[in-house]
Each structure stands twice: as C-alpha cells, then as structure tokens.
C-alpha cells in the first residue's frame, strides 16, 4: 500500500508541477474514486460470496447424506425426493454463482470505466492545451505514459484487497469446524478406552 500511494502522490506531483494543478487533481480524483469503488464494491460482494459458499455447503451435504444413506433412501423409495431436494440446492448453488460471476464483471466494468473516465477527460484538457499551445503532443504522450503507469499497480492494490477478502470468507467455514465442539463429549476425568488385551 506504500509504494502504491507513494507513486500515486508522485505522478500527481509530476503532473501538477509540469502541466498545471488541474491535471493532478484529475489524477487524484481518478485514483480516490477507483479505490472507493473498489472498497464499497468488494465489500457488498462479500456477502454474495458467502451466500454462493452456503449454497456449494447445502449441495455438497445433500449429495453426502444421500450417498452415505442410500440403502435408507432406496428402503422407503425416495430416490427422486432426495434427488428433487439436491437439484434444489444445486440450483441455489447455481445462482449464487452466477450473482458472483455477475459482481466480479460490475467490479471490472467500474474500475475500467473510472480509470477510462480519468484518461478522458485528461486527454480533453491536453488536446485543449496543444491547440492553445501550451503543451506539445510529447507532453501529452508523457502524460498518457504516467496515468497508464498508475493503472497496474492500482488493479494489482485490487485484485490483491479482492482475494483477500474472498479467501477470509472461505476460510470462516473452516475456523466454524474447528470451533464447534462434538454432541457427545467424555465424563470429566474418562480413563482411555482400551482395546481387547492391552
């Protein structure tokens, strides 16, 4: 995050100081709405993410169940319940995901859209500051090259704070497990059951 906001305030100092405030105000302007986007975007993902790893729980335990008790199932003949009951869920499953698909994409088309924001309405005032010959179209494309350096270190700022949090939101399931305590616990003070001629 360092070197990010350190590089960031660099290129808007740059810009400021060799084309006029305004350029470097755009710039921030670009970076902040970016970030914001990113944070509010992610964060109101998190709770589609979780909803999708709910969905992927109750498949996967249908499925189980229905395998670990299929004599069961076929005694009181209710293959096609169970199966109607795990379709169901590989149906939410299947929705979920597909919300998820459908957030990353928004997140992608925002960041590429603010980013394509910025760009243009700096391309704008430098194409004015040509014809008015305050700046040389070399001055514009060192201006070009500047802003697409923010981009790579911004998009890897959010593809990194993304995973992140998808990957603290996968593991809650496994920090739940190892949370829960068993139903059937031993008597304080249990001696060790022994096998046969031990």
Do not use: H
């Not at 305590?181 to 249990?190: E, L, Q, S, T, V």
Request: net charge negative.
């Amino acid at each position: 995050m360092g070197p990010t906001a350190f590089e960031v305030s660099l290129v808007a100092g740059l810009l400021s100081y060799q084309f006029g405030a305004g350029y470097g105000l755009v710039s921030l302007a670009t970076v902040a709405a970016y970030s914001v986007f990113t944070v509010v975007v992610s964060a109101k993902r998190v709770a589609i993410r979780r909803e999708m790893n709910q969905a992927e729980n109750q498949a996967s335990a249908r499925s189980v169940d229905s395998l670990l008790n299929f004599e069961t199932v076929k005694y009181f003949n209710a293959e096609e319940r169970e199966a109607d009951r795990y379709e169901a869920a590989m149906r939410r499953f299947e929705l979920a995901s597909i919300r998820t698909a459908t957030s990353l994409s928004f997140l992608n088309f925002g960041q590429g859209a603010i980013f394509a924001t910025g760009l243009t309405v700096m391309m704008g005032m430098s194409a004015s500051d040509v014809v008015a010959g305050a700046m040389t179209v070399g001055d514009v494309v060192m201006m070009n090259a500047l802003l697409f350096q923010l981009l790579l270190p911004l998009n890897n700022l959010g593809t990194m704070y993304r995973e992140l949090s998808q990957s603290s939101l996968d593991m809650e399931a496994m920090f739940a497990l190892a949370a829960s305590r068993p139903a059937i616990a031993d008597a304080p003070g249990a001696r060790p059951l022994l096998p046969p001629g031990a």
